[in-house]
T-cell receptor, first 115, second 114 residues
């Protein structure tokens, strides 16, 4: 148990559906991240939030919409996805106090299948 | 642009063997390097983190080394066990801010045969 909880664990959706992924951490961390892991590809950073402010958006299509209502919760809203968006979506958090020895803590991920 | 590679892509060893996993990166300007373990369909678990000023870190049967100038890190696993079977990823954290520029390697898939 890393202290980062993601729900749901598995999600199957059609291309016209709207769904949301949820991430929660109670580690007192200030930064939260969404990553995408596709088969045979390295992890891709999608979004970064520091102190609830989005600081990074790595050219992610607008059909992915993040929301960070507070420093403990992070959502990824999904709308009109494509089959190629099927992947494991991972949430992570870090303390982000400027120290060089702080670690990334990951949730267990949401395995998303778009039909 | 930072690029991270890991060799080998897959490795199969008999139980009890010592083994070395390799991670290479192209830009030596890093804050730290972290090694992770990932079980199939699961999230990543942090194993070891080496700061840019350090040469190695140890935890139990694991030892990670860092040579910034040559852009290399190794993860040494002693006396491997079937429970060590997983994918091992290295992640290089760039010089900007905390984890905004972290780049992951593609991973090494390890199988330890009983």
């Amino acid at each position: 148990e890393t202290g980062v909880t993601q729900t749901p664990r598995h999600l199957v959706m059609g291309m016209t559906n709207k769904k949301s992924l949820k991430c929660e951490q109670h580690l007192g961390h200030n930064a939260m991240y969404w990553y995408k892991q596709s088969a045979k590809k390295p992890l891709e950073l999608m979004f970064v939030y520091n102190f609830k402010e989005q600081t990074e958006n790595n050219s992610v299509p607008s059909r992915f919409s993040p929301e960070c209502p507070n420093s403990s919760h992070l959502f990824l809203h999904l709308h009109t996805l494509q089959p190629e968006d099927s992947a494991l979506y991972l949430c992570a958090s870090s303390l982000d106090d400027g120290a060089t020895n702080e670690k990334l803590f990951f949730g267990s991920g949401t395995q998303l299948s778009v039909l | 642009k930072q690029e991270v590679t890991q060799i080998p892509a897959a490795l199969s060893v008999p139980e009890g063997e010592n083994l070395v996993l390799n991670c290479s990166f192209t830009d030596s300007a890093i804050y730290n390097l972290q090694w992770f373990r990932q079980d199939p369909g699961k999230g990543l678990t942090s194993l070891l983190l080496i700061q840019s000023s350090q040469r190695e870190q140890t935890s139990g049967r694991l030892n990670a080394s860092l040579d910034k100038s040559s852009g290399r890190s190794t993860l040494y696993i002693a006396a491997s066990q079937p429970g060590d079977s997983a994918t091992y990823l290295c992640a290089v954290n760039g010089m900007k801010t905390s984890y905004d520029k972290v780049i992951f390697g593609p991973g090494t898939s390890l199988s330890v045969i009983p």
